[in-house]
Structure formats: structure tokens, C-alpha cells
């Protein structure tokens, strides 16, 4: 099975502000700042049947999973598919999904799941040359202001045991059990030595008086002495299993939406409150399900 949002309004933090329906949402999309709703579906992989759908005023799709696994263990259960769906099915879903509060729930209820983090590609040896091929902006422009070093800037030598910043120099270790907030690390330490006349300060250093540059290492994976669910997560993912899997979410869901969009014609809701709304798009996905049902219903 698989989870995914329609395109429909787009990623944004809503502003309920509309006086005309303001159970609508602003939300940012591709062609600007737009009023609407955020349609979601969940989607078999085998015929690409709908088997749950609903609108929210809302872009934040991740606070909607909880309402989404019920809904499709309801139809599942009222369809008399399954009484225990999620012991006969893998989930899979984008990384708009992945968060901590998420990936609770997930291992709470045993469910199988194969939810992408937002930087799954970045460990994704196959992804590793991505960028030489990317083609060149003419008209590119620099970001403004200055580009620090980040802790990522600041690589570990196994063989020396230490730190090395970007200039090549070897850190100090000030703080064996440095903690920031929930998570754990080690903290180093520049010698004044180095950072005083180093040709990189001024993307190292902010401010003049700064000595040298401190930079901790967190270990994400720990949340207060245990490995997060997150870490679970994408520990499951980077398996040969999880990626193999979660490879076949683009050829399932996203057809789906192209159908919706493309050959039904529903680039936008033409209704307001999120009722009408709802309804508009449930009948759009039935639509879409009897064209499934006449195709593979007689197999």
C-alpha cells in the first residue's frame, strides 16, 4: 500500500485568514502563494485503487498519518478486505511523513513501514554523482549574506583520532559528554594558534573577538540514551529491502494523481468548506476507482 498527497495546494504553513472560507489554508506552491485545501490519498500497488481519501485546510500532511492508517484499516475492515490490514501489507510514504511523533506510532502499533527521511537520497551511492549533471542556471544568483562552515564542514580522522577543520587543522576535544537539548556528543575545540590567522576565518568565525571555533558533534541516532524512531526508521530504510521497496512508491501513487489531474481534469477544487471540498474529491476518486474496477474487476 502506499500514502501520498495530491499536489493540490502545496507545501506551506497555512494562515487561516480567508473570510470567504476560512477553513481553507494560504499555501506556497509552484505558481505562488494560493488559497485551498490539500487533498490525500492512500493507494494500493497492485490496480492503483483509492482506498481512502480526504481534504484538509491544511499543507502539513504529516499530522494527518494517524487519521489516514485508521481510515484504511475502517474501509479495509467495513470493505471486509481484512480485519487486520497491516498484518498483510507494507506502507510506504514520502518524506513529507517522516517525524518523530510519526515513527512512534509506527513501531507502537507494529505496523511495516518504509517511510523516506528527507536526505535518503544524499546516502544513496547511486545519487553520489547527482550533481555533475545538473544543469547550469545562466541567470543563477549567490545567497545573500555569508556561508558559514557547518559542523558537517568539520570531518573526523580515524587514523589520528581528531578532528580537522575545513583549513586542514586539527581540533582539541573540550567536552566528552556534551549535551544540547535530548541529544548527546562531543564538543571540539580550535587552537587560538590556528584560528587567529587562518585564511578560511571569515566563513569560520562570526564574530571578531571569537578566539576559535567550537563545533559539537551530536549523535542523532541517541534520543535521551535510546535510538530515536526516526534512527529506527531510516536504519530499516537503508536496507536493501527498504529501498527495493520504496522504489515502487513513485510507479504506485503517483500515476494515480496524474489520472486525477491530467485525464479528469481536477487541477483545482471549484467548491468551498472543506464539506463540499471533501466531497468534490471523493467522488473524483471513485470516478478514478470504477475506471480500476472496469479494467481489472473481471480478471
Known sequence: MDENEDKIGTQGKP???NIIDNESAKMSTGHGVIQGYNGIAAVDDKNQVVVWAEVFGDSNESSHLPEILEGVEKNCREAEVSDAIYEEVVITADSGFHNEK????IDADGITAFIADNKFRKRDVRFKDAGRYKKKVVNWKPKKGKNYFTADDFVFNELTGKLICPAGFPMWMKCKNFQAGKYK???YMGHIKNCKNCTLRSKCIRKKNTKARQVAKLDLTKLEGKESFTAKMIRRFDTSEGRS?????????EPVFGHLRGTLHLDRFTLRSK??????WLLYCIVHNIVK???YGTL
Open 15 to 17: 494562515i487561516k485568514s
Open 102 to 105: 510519526n515513527m512512534k506510532q
Open 185 to 187: 556528543g562531543i564538543s
Open 245 to 253: 521497496i520504496y522504489s515502487k512508491r513513485m510507479g504506485t501513487v
Open 275 to 280: 464539506k463540499k471540498v471533501n466531497n468534490q
Open 293 to 295: 474496477i472496469q479494467r
